[in-house]
C-alpha cells in the first residue's frame, strides 16, 4: 500500500515513532484529510464577488523607526551587533 509507506515515510522524516499497529489508524486519517481536500477543490468560486472578501477591520500602525543614528553606532561592536540575552 502506497500510504502506508508515505506514513511510515512521515514519520521518520519528523522523528515520531508511530507503533506498526496504530499505521493503518494513521492511513485512514489520511484518506480522509485527502477526500476532504478533493471535495473542497470541487467548490466553485468564480461566482465569488471580490466585494465579499472580509477585509481587516483592525488599523495598521506604520513602520517608524525609534532608534537615532547615535544609537546604532553605540551598537556596533567589531562588525557584530551587541543585542540582549534572550534566554
Given at each position: 500500500m502506497k500510504l502506508k509507506d508515505?506514513?511510515?515515510?512521515?514519520?521518520?522524516?519528523?522523528?515520531?515513532?508511530?507503533?506498526?499497529?496504530?499505521i493503518g489508524i494513521f492511513v485512514k486519517e489520511f484518506v480522509n484529510i485527502l477526500a476532504y481536500m478533493d471535495k473542497i477543490g470541487t467548490v466553485k468560486v468564480s461566482k465569488i464577488k471580490k466585494d465579499s472578501i472580509i477585509k481587516h477591520h483592525t488599523?495598521?500602525?506604520?513602520?517608524?523607526?525609534?532608534?537615532?543614528?547615535?544609537?546604532?553606532?553605540?551598537?556596533?561592536?567589531?562588525?557584530?551587533?551587541?543585542v540582549p540575552k534572550v534566554i
Open positions: 508515505d506514513v511510515i515515510e512521515i514519520s521518520s522524516f519528523s522523528n515520531i515513532k508511530i507503533p506498526s499497529n496504530e488599523p495598521l500602525r506604520l513602520d517608524t523607526s525609534s532608534t537615532s543614528s547615535n544609537e546604532c553606532s553605540n551598537l556596533i561592536e567589531r562588525v557584530y551587533y551587541k
